[in-house]
């Protein structure tokens, strides 16, 4: 008897540690990643935002572990000017055309309890891959009070420099960082 409960033990304890772990894929219509930067030497701040992106977050929170894979399709760059959307897309900025794609990924998250405040990773832009860090806002997991879904929400940002990835154009028209806003929703799977 003492040999099926240990069994028993041995069996049940690798099934706990992976129940905690949870994988939740980002909701497009509520995820879209925002950037603001100085124009003419702060006079103003413009914003745009991408409309379309992918993803998926894992998250562990009583192991304090997880990852997060971001796909942004930089094709849907929307400043609110055709003209300006126009000069974005082309081989100036992002070159959309060889280049339709941005990626974070992330397996260095931070956690405060069983919130995540931060995650480190790699932002891939323009063909460059440099370390970035988000940081966390507003981090809340439960029940999506319509559809009742289980899902995670929260708003990371980071503050770039756009010529480490060889954005170089312009820049006395708009400054070298850029503020990165990416508000998230994802449904657990």
């Known amino acids: 008897m003492k040999r099926v409960c240990l069994l028993a033990t041995l069996i049940a304890v690798p099934v706990v540690a992976f129940a905690a772990e949870e994988s939740y894929v980002i909701e497009p219509t509520h995820s879209q990643p925002m950037f603001e930067i100085q124009h003419m030497g702060g006079f103003s701040s413009q914003r ?4 379309k992106l992918s993803g998926k977050i894992v998250l562990d ?3 304090k572990k997880g990852s997060i894979d971001v ?3 930089t094709t849907s760059i929307r400043s609110f000017s055709t003209v300006l959307d126009g000069k974005l897309k082309s081989e100036e900025f992002f070159d959309v055309a060889k280049f339709p794609t941005i990626n974070f990924k992330s397996s260095n998250l931070s ?3 069983d919130r995540l405040v931060s995650a480190s990773g790699d932002l891939t832009m323009l063909g460059v891959t440099k370390p970035v860090t988000l940081k966390v806002a507003s981090f809340t997991c439960g029940e999506q009070p319509f559809n009742k879904k289980p899902m995670c929400g929260a708003e990371a940002t980071a503050t770039i420099k756009r010529t480490d990835w060889g954005m170089n154009n ?3 028209a708009a400054s070298d960082e850029v503020k990165l806003i ?4 994802a449904y657990r799977e």
């Open 61 to 63: 929170r009583a192991a």
């Open 182 to 185: 990416l508000p998230v929703e």
């Open 71 to 73: 796909v942004i399709d």
């Open 170 to 172: 312009s820049l006395k």
């Open 48 to 51: 745009g935002n991408f409309g």
């Open 111 to 113: 956690f405060d309890g």
